[in-house]
């Protein structure tokens, strides 16, 4: 059965939870503006549906890996990352695997985009 109060709460938390990204996050803030760009593009273009859902994908695993790279640095912090060398290590790991989604997805999209760009002119 179904606890719609429990749902609802658990709704309610991760609703904090990209609030607190937006709200403290700049890097956060930019790939949802990007992401938004990709999204009218695909509008605008026409893109075919599995074209569609790669871009999705990539977007939805930029905005994830920004998440868990901001949670990671919570985490971190509260263990003081100059206690140990490896704190810093760890927050410069989860950055590269945002940076390297971002670089993924920006090709995808390169790849994606570029012949209906084409058509245009």
């Given at each position: 059965?179904?606890?719609?109060?429990?749902?609802?709460?658990?709704?309610?938390?991760?609703?904090?939870?990209?609030?607190?990204?937006?709200?403290h996050e700049q890097n956060?803030?930019?790939?949802?503006?990007?992401?938004?760009?990709?999204?009218?593009?695909?509008?605008?273009?026409?893109?075919?549906?599995?074209?569609?859902?790669?871009?999705?994908?990539?977007?939805?695993?930029?905005?994830?890996?920004e998440l868990l790279n901001?949670?990671?640095?919570?985490?971190?912090?509260?263990?003081?990352?100059?206690?140990?060398?490896?704190?810093?290590?760890?927050?410069?790991?989860?950055?590269?695997?945002?940076?390297?989604?971002?670089?993924?997805a920006l090709i995808v999209?390169?790849?994606?985009?570029?012949?209906?760009?084409?058509?245009?002119?």
């Open positions: 059965m179904i606890h719609f109060k429990i749902l609802i709460k658990s709704f309610q938390y991760a609703l904090q939870g990209l609030y607190y990204a937006w709200k956060f803030r930019i790939q949802i503006f990007f992401a938004s760009i990709v999204f009218i593009l695909m509008i605008i273009l026409r893109v075919r549906v599995i074209e569609a859902v790669a871009l999705i994908g990539v977007m939805a695993l930029v905005i994830i890996l901001t949670m990671f640095e919570r985490m971190v912090d509260i263990l003081k990352p100059r206690i140990h060398y490896y704190a810093s290590v760890i927050k410069d790991m989860m950055a590269s695997a945002v940076l390297v989604a971002s670089l993924s999209g390169i790849l994606i985009f570029f012949p209906y760009i084409l058509e245009l002119f």
